[in-house]
């Protein structure tokens, strides 16, 4: 069992910036991605970002890009994820989760195998 400790969340005016942590048990690099997602009440959950570990190789929702920025400290086995320029509509429960399988599509949930309890952000004025 993996179990992932998300951290970061809060509460943020829009426009403002939050940085969430995943902490991992064990060497992040020994998963083949660590992942970020995010789902709003009433919505599915969607993929936000994730890296992938062979190559450092970095993925993005289309619709997040240039905003929010996935990066990892090895030595601390975490993984972070800097939302700037937060919108109300970026308000949702964060995961993250892990892959111990090359995932094809990386922001795919069903490529995740462990996922942590995730941590609130709530975006509002």
């Known amino acids: 069992q993996v179990q992932l400790v998300e951290s970061g969340g809060g509460l943020v005016q829009p426009g403002g910036s939050l940085r969430l942590s995943c902490a991992a048990p064990?060497?992040?690099?020994?998963?083949?991605?660590i992942g970020w997602f995010r789902q709003a009440p009433g919505k599915e959950r969607e993929g936000v970002s994730c890296?992938?570990?062979?190559?450092?190789?970095?993925h993005y929702a289309d619709s997040l890009k240039g905003r929010f920025t996935i990066s990892r400290d090895n030595a601390k086995n975490t993984v972070y994820l800097q939302m700037n320029s937060l919108k109300p509509e970026d308000t949702g429960l964060y995961y993250c989760?892990?892959?111990?399988?090359?995932?094809?599509?990386?922001?795919?949930?069903?490529?995740?195998?462990?996922w942590g309890q995730g941590t609130q952000v709530t975006v509002s004025s």
């Open positions: 064990g060497r992040i690099l020994d998963y083949h991605a």
């Open positions: 989760a892990v892959a111990v399988q090359p995932p094809y599509w990386p922001l795919r949930s069903y490529e995740y195998e462990y």
């Open positions: 890296v992938i570990s062979a190559d450092g190789s970095t």
